[in-house]
């Protein structure tokens, strides 16, 4: 957390050195647009903030004991509103979820956009909101959707390689990319396939097979790039051949640990990036 803090602190150098601190240093974006996101104060004219906000600013901007006293600048109010629209924004969203916000970069001169990032749970993942000003207000996407749908997803393609004929593997799915209300956490995977070559799914598959006849292990491969193409899946992908690895390994998530330790393991890459004939 001291690296973030401190790459925090000199973004936010940088930031002043721009703007300036001045009571009356403009905002970063125009004071015109209609958040939706209210702004109390207390009588002395002082922010009234949570402990949540006033952790997230200190941990952005330089001047934490003005931050604390709810003393802001305009473009730390402007902050705020965006870090208040962002959380709104993910727990209606994905209101199944604790959210641990640790990292927050507003924009500036040199990015329109916001982000946060946060873990959820007790997960060590990591994700991102990003919020960006328009004409008609703040528009908010996020890449936790591809945590929430990757369950499913998975499930989806294990079934439809088992289909196929494939025997004793793992898959592990990866949707990737940033997404605002089209998807959510009550989005089907069969939404998601309709959305075809718009979302970027990646995979691994683990297969225990024994990889000597080179033959024979890109048979499998094609087998599964096949499958892929037939659900217009857009993404980059790597199968991995272990003979016993499904003894080996009870869950995918063992497999990358074996993978990690047998750095010698066969392996084939493919992509399905082209357009399906």
């Known amino acids: 957390m001291k690296k973030v803090r401190l790459f925090g602190i000199v973004l936010t150098l940088m930031t002043l050195l721009l703007v300036g601190c001045d009571g009356d240093t ?8 209609d958040s939706g996101i209210v702004i109390e104060y207390e009588d002395d004219g002082t922010v009234v903030m949570t402990d949540e906000e006033k952790q997230i600013l200190c941990s952005t901007y330089v001047n934490e004991d003005k931050i604390n006293e709810g003393d802001l600048y305009d473009y730390q109010i402007e902050a705020l509103r965006q870090f208040r629209f962002a959380k709104e924004y993910l727990q209606k969203k994905y209101p199944e979820y604790e959210y641990n916000f640790f990292l927050f970069n507003p924009s500036d001169k040199f990015d329109d956009f916001t982000t946060l990032e946060f873990n959820v749970d007790d997960t060590e993942n990591y994700f991102t909101a990003k919020v960006t000003v328009t004409d008609d207000g703040y528009k908010a996407e996020d890449n936790l959707w591809g945590y929430v749908l990757r369950p499913d997803y998975q499930d989806m393609v294990e079934e439809l390689l088992t289909d196929a004929g494939l025997e004793d593997f793992f898959v592990y799915t ?6 605002g209300e089209e998807i959510d956490a009550e989005t089907t995977v069969d939404e998601v396939v309709d959305m075809g070559r718009d979302v970027k799914i990646d995979l691994q598959v683990f297969v ?8 024979k292990a890109q048979e499998v491969v094609d087998l599964i790039e096949e499958q892929l193409r037939s659900i217009d899946n857009y993404g980059g992908h790597i199968v991995y051949f272990e003979p016993g690895i499904t003894a080996e390994c009870s869950s995918v998530e063992d497999c990358f640990e074996y993978r990690n330790e047998h750095y010698d393991m066969y392996s084939i890459s493919f992509n399905t990036f082209d357009e399906t004939e």
């Open 26 to 33: 403009e905002n970063t974006t125009e004071a015109s647009v």
């Open 174 to 179: 990866k949707l990737s990319g940033y997404f």
């Open 208 to 215: 225990d097979m024994d990889p000597t006849d080179e033959a």
